[in-house]
């Protein structure tokens, strides 16, 4: 079992910057891929960025790519999302989750944290 938890959301203006951090506890990440999801109210959860557990492989969706920089530190068993650039359309709670199956959109992953809330104010 996998416990992950989410954090680093909050309130940016425009233009901002926020990194979300997802600190994981029970079992190393490091045989995990891991991603990030956003979910806006209303709207169904989205895939952002994906990471290898090696962290040599990254997929981005392509509303973030060039925004937004998914990273990771085995020995602190944590994954960051670095989110620059930000939008209103960025606004939407963030969640990360475990996979064994890959690191891009169309794979399956397990474990989730509880996600945390970013908003971007114009």
């Known amino acids: 079992q996998v416990q992950l938890v989410e954090s680093g959301g909050g309130l940016v203006q425009v233009g901002g910057s926020l990194r979300l951090s997802c600190a994981a506890s029970?079992?190393?990440?490091?045989?995990?891929?891991m991603g990030w999801f956003r979910q806006a109210p209303g709207k169904e959860r989205n895939f952002v960025a994906g990471?290898?557990?090696?962290?040599?492989?990254?997929d981005y969706a392509d509303s973030v790519k060039g925004r937004f920089t998914i990273s990771r530190d085995n020995a602190k068993n944590t994954v960051y999302l670095q989110m620059n650039s930000l939008k209103p359309e960025d606004t939407a709670v963030y969640y990360c989750a475990t996979s064994r199956t890959g690191w891009g959109r169309g794979s399956t992953y397990n474990y989730w944290g509880q996600g945390t809330q970013v908003t971007v104010s114009s």
């Open positions: 029970g079992r190393t990440l490091i045989t995990y891929s």
């Open positions: 990471i290898s557990s090696s962290g040599g492989n990254t």
